[in-house]
């Protein structure tokens, strides 16, 4: 009797001698769960799954299924990593992909507020008073510069038009979101912080 004993779940079965042990349907399941944390992990860059510390097997895997240009060598490849992170404990790995993914989708937000910032910049003179409220540090005449050659920009024919004006005003707004993200996450008060005070 050298098998071992899971603890009791909805979706486990009783062997013929009393054992418990997970469903077909709860290894299948943990099976697709595992490919799919797979296929998040081929979608990082080297640097970022070099500092997750993957074993070399897998490392080695996951650069092959990058190399593969079949779909069929792709699917094949990516069944291949899903078997080898059975092996791995996945929990760390998990962290790991969701904080990845956390980053990325912070820096959409942050390139899509930037494209708001500067859009309504461009179309509204209220914009840089909105602005100068809340980033009160920005430098006011060269905001007034960029907005000015990015209007024209816009307003000459399309044939003429270099996008240069929009494209330094994106980012001048973009550097001074960031300055102000990194400022709350330093821990240094932010402007809400100062009101509050």
Do not use: C
Not at 19 to 47: C, F, I, N, W
Not at 66 to 73: I, N
Not at 97 to 118: I, K, P, T, Y
């Amino acid at each position: 009797m050298n098998q071992e004993q899971f603890p009791p779940s909805d979706d486990d079965e009783v062997d013929e001698n009393g054992y418990r042990r997970p469903s077909k349907s709860q290894l299948k399941r943990d099976s697709h769960e595992l490919q799919t944390l797979g296929e998040a992990l081929v979608t990082m860059p080297k640097d970022r799954l070099a500092d997750i510390g993957l074993p070399e097997l897998l490392d080695d895997a996951i650069a092959d299924y990058k190399r593969t240009k079949s779909f069929e060598g792709k699917r094949r490849q990516m069944q291949y990593i899903g078997k080898l992170l059975r092996g791995v404990d996945p929990e760390p790995i998990k962290e790991a992909v969701a904080s990845f993914q956390l980053g990325h989708a912070r820096n959409a937000l942050a390139l899509h507020d930037a494209e708001r910032w500067r859009a309504e910049l461009v179309a509204d003179d209220g914009a840089l008073t909105r602005w100068v409220a809340e980033y009160p540090e920005s430098d006011v005449q060269k905001m007034r510069a960029l907005i000015r050659n990015a209007r024209k920009d816009a307003a000459a024919a399309p044939e003429k038009r270099s996008g240069k004006g929009f494209r330094e005003l994106f980012q001048f707004v973009k550097q001074a979101l960031e300055g102000q993200g990194r400022a709350d996450d330093d821990g240094l008060p932010s402007d809400e912080d100062e009101g509050e005070a």
